[in-house]
């Protein structure tokens, strides 16, 4: 297959949903020879901040000079971003050969009568083929949903087992309380491994720390995170490791004020690499953290008006993203655009972020099978506040919140990250026709 029959392929095989369970991918990659036996990884699962804080962990290993792959998903701007080394995403001709190949075993695998992988399975297994031929030092492996039963947790070679936040989602297929969710994420520590936490509710960190048993176990605590200076184009903290070692004044890229406590995680990550013989200087850490980056946290897309992207989904993001207004933006004029999946908590989420809101706009996430209408979603927010008008496309959301917002008010577009892509495009396509801003110049 070409680049282009692949992505159609890709497309095809997408009907085939999700199927939480090992035994498929550990199949295809048994008869792919099982490229990931030759690699070593970070495991990263959570709920909300674990594609931040594989940015930063990304970003510092990077900088420490290790060759890096990084597995992530869902793509945001471009979908070979979802499997990358040392900055560079895999190429298309790469993509190409290794999908035809786990296809052709996948196909395999289905004539036989087995289940056929699906595309994310598929996608896990061209990661580790591609890591493997790349001769990567290290793999950060971020887990899809959950942990015991997510695709990559096929891996045996696990140096750290780290969990960002840990909260309410994905109910249907990871339990309806907190432990029963943590329980699930926890199936990712393998023997031998350094378990790091970052902050966590008391009942998702004693779940940790009992199934962490007698692996090393070190944790983020806020209290040892200090003398904070928010800001939304670079913030700077203090911070006291597990071990005691105390770092002042790192600095950071990304916004929002959840990501002190994520970059205290990577920090952690860090020291628990050491033991496992992977050192990083302090010139290095602060190199690589300042140099991490991560779409839709509180990303500034726009200015004059600032126009923010958010990857809120669920309740607790939502609660971070709410955190956010209040402090960054206190006494502005706010207007949201807001897309949602069906399957979130989106009654949640408008309940936590309706009352900073001036004006709501909502709209339909293109090209997903699980996206809620724009028009359903407007009914329900209009439960909340008043001012709630539906968009027809992503388009003409842009264009309705640039008529409506003044320079001086805030643009935030958050709920699924399957819109936000495309919607950062149409914005900075129209930025750059405006000289930075997305106001026409005839426009207040």
């Known amino acids: 297959m070409n680049y282009h029959e692949t992505m159609d392929y890709i497309e095809e095989m997408s009907a085939l949903g999700s199927s939480p369970g090992l035994e498929s991918t550990a199949e295809l990659c048994r008869r792919l020879g099982n490229p990931q036996e030759s690699l070593f990884f970070v495991h990263i699962a959570g709920t909300n901040g674990k594609g931040s804080v594989s940015a930063y962990?990304?970003?510092?290993?990077?900088?420490?000079?290790?060759?890096?792959?990084?597995?992530?998903?869902?793509?945001?701007?471009?979908?070979r971003e979802k499997i990358q080394v040392n900055?560079?995403?895999?190429?298309?001709?790469?993509?190409?050969?290794?999908?035809?190949?786990?296809?052709?075993?996948?196909?395999?695998?289905a004539a036989e009568g087995l289940p056929h992988p699906t595309v994310f399975e598929m996608e896990t297994a061209v990661g580790f083929l591609h890591f493997m031929e790349k001769r990567c030092d290290i793999v950060v492996l971020e887990c899809g949903m959950g942990g015991d039963l997510d695709a990559t947790n096929i891996i045996r070679n696990t140096y750290v087992s780290a969990f960002s936040s840990?909260?309410?989602?994905?109910?249907?297929?990871?339990?309806?309380?907190?432990?029963?969710?943590?329980?699930?994420?926890?199936?990712?520590?393998?023997?031998?491994?350094?378990?790091?936490?970052?902050?966590?509710?008391?009942?998702?960190?004693?779940?940790?720390?009992?199934?962490?048993?007698?692996?090393?176990?070190?944790?983020?605590?806020?209290?040892r995170i200090s003398h904070i200076r928010y800001g939304l184009e670079k913030q700077r903290f203090d911070?006291?490791?597990?071990?005691?070692?105390?770092?002042?004044?790192?600095?950071?890229?990304?916004?929002?004020?959840?990501?002190?406590?994520?970059?205290a995680l990577a920090v952690e990550i860090t020291e628990a690499l050491a033991k496992k013989g992977f050192t990083v200087t302090e010139k290095q850490l602060r190199q690589g953290l300042l140099g991490a980056r991560w779409p839709y946290r509180f990303e500034i897309v726009a200015k004059k008006p600032y126009f923010i992207l958010d990857g809120a989904h669920n309740e607790d993001a939502a609660k971070r993203l709410a955190e956010g207004i209040r402090f960054y933006f206190t006494n502005k004029k706010i207007l949201y655009i807001i897309g949602m999946l069906k399957d979130k908590e989106y009654e949640k989420v408008i309940a936590q972020t309706y009352a900073y809101a001036e004006q709501i706009i909502t709209i339909t996430p293109p090209d997903s099978k699980r996206a809620m209408s724009g028009h359903e979603l407007a009914v329900a927010a209009a439960g909340y506040h008043p001012h709630v008008t539906g968009a027809a496309s992503l388009e003409e959301a842009v264009e309705m919140a640039y008529l409506l917002a003044q320079k001086d008010w805030i643009i935030i577009a958050f709920g699924s990250l399957s819109y936000l892509g495309e919607l950062g495009r149409i914005i900075k396509d129209r930025s750059g026709r405006h000289g930075g801003s997305g106001k026409n110049k005839g426009c207040r």
């Open 166 to 223: 840990i909260s309410m989602d994905h109910m249907d297929f990871l339990g309806k309380t907190l432990a029963e969710i943590a329980g699930h994420k926890a199936g990712i520590i393998k023997p031998g491994a350094e378990v790091v936490s970052g902050v966590q509710q008391p009942e998702a960190l004693a779940v940790l720390k009992r199934r962490a048993g007698e692996a090393s176990f070190r944790a983020v605590e806020a209290e």
């Open 87 to 109: 900055g560079k995403e895999i190429l298309a001709r790469e993509f190409a050969e290794w999908m035809s190949l786990v296809r052709e075993e996948a196909d395999a695998m």
């Open 239 to 263: 911070y006291r490791t597990e071990g005691g070692v105390f770092y002042r004044r790192l600095e950071i890229s990304l916004a929002g004020m959840v990501q002190p406590e994520n970059a």
């Open 57 to 79: 962990v990304y970003s510092v290993l990077r900088a420490a000079g290790y060759r890096v792959g990084f597995f992530t998903s869902p793509a945001v701007y471009a979908y």
